[in-house]
């Protein structure tokens, strides 16, 4: 959770700090390159993750693939694209920690992370299966979630200067929804394991509260993202100025 939902996000941060910052004139003259980095990474870690049957790792490389998306709109350098990235760097934070914490909650009892050892925990742990789909369809860009809010902002405002690489990064949205839709699938839905017959649901406040901070983050932006936008434009202004 700390990994992917802070410490990742440090290098975009210091690429915005610093480089946007103080070198602004190179930063200018990379940009280009930046952003057909940024697509590949969209590509390559979205069918790295749909190649994982480990849930952890599977999360672990829509991490690297989102964070493309924020390179992406870093490469732009305009007050709205790098807004954006910045709000989708909040996004992605909340989300991959929820995620994580649900996969933690099951590993704690069922101490295997494969997905398809898995099956039918839709009906037998109906609180995980609801938090567990909403991550995903977080991550997918579900418009609600602040992340589709971000997303949208950076294509938008990447469109005028990388028309071609933005068409290219919007397969990673269909990227994404394979390998996370397909998961939900798999260990929701179907048959159920009688293997896993002893696990239980997250019933306490305590348990459940965690989940429904982050998600209902999630939502609360999702719907008004101006919430953030209005003390992330201000600060990302007087950097680019």
């Known amino acids: 959770m700390l990994h992917a939902g802070v410490m990742k996000k440090m290098g975009p941060y210091l690429m915005i700090r610093l480089a946007l910052a103080l070198t602004p004139q190179g930063t200018q003259h990379w940009s280009g390159i930046l952003a057909v980095l940024a697509t590949f990474g969209i590509l390559y870690a979205g069918y790295a993750a749909m190649k994982q049957q480990d849930l952890k790792f599977m999360v672990g490389f829509s991490s690297v693939s989102h964070m493309g998306y924020v390179l992406l709109g870093i490469a732009v350098m305009t007050p709205a694209a790098v807004s954006a990235s910045v709000l989708l760097m909040?996004?992605?934070?909340?989300?991959?920690?929820?995620?994580?914490?649900?996969?933690?909650?099951?590993?704690?009892?069922?101490?295997?992370?494969?997905?398809?050892?898995?099956?039918?925990?839709?009906?037998?742990?109906?609180?995980?299966?609801?938090?567990?789909?909403?991550?995903?369809?977080?991550?997918?860009?579900?418009?609600?979630?602040?992340?589709?809010?971000?997303?949208?902002?950076?294509?938008?405002s990447a469109w005028p200067h990388y028309p071609g690489l933005v068409i290219v990064a919007i397969f990673g949205i269909l990227i994404t929804a394979i390998y996370l839709l397909r998961a939900v699938q798999k260990m929701l839905f179907g048959a159920f394991n009688p293997r896993w017959a002893s696990l239980k649901d997250a019933v306490s406040f305590s348990d459940r509260f965690p989940f429904l901070l982050l998600l209902g983050t999630l939502l609360l932006f999702g719907f008004w993202p101006e919430g953030l936008l209005q003390f992330i434009r201000p600060a990302v202004e007087g950097l680019l100025t």
């Not at 099956?119 to 991550?135: D, E, N, R, V, Y």
């Open 90 to 156: 909040f996004a992605h934070g909340v989300m991959a920690a929820a995620t994580f914490g649900l996969i933690g909650f099951l590993y704690e009892q069922a101490h295997v992370r494969d997905i398809s050892d898995f099956g039918g925990l839709g009906a037998k742990l109906p609180f995980f299966s609801i938090g567990f789909t909403m991550a995903a369809l977080a991550s997918l860009g579900l418009p609600g979630f602040v992340n589709f809010a971000a997303e949208l902002l950076i294509f938008i």
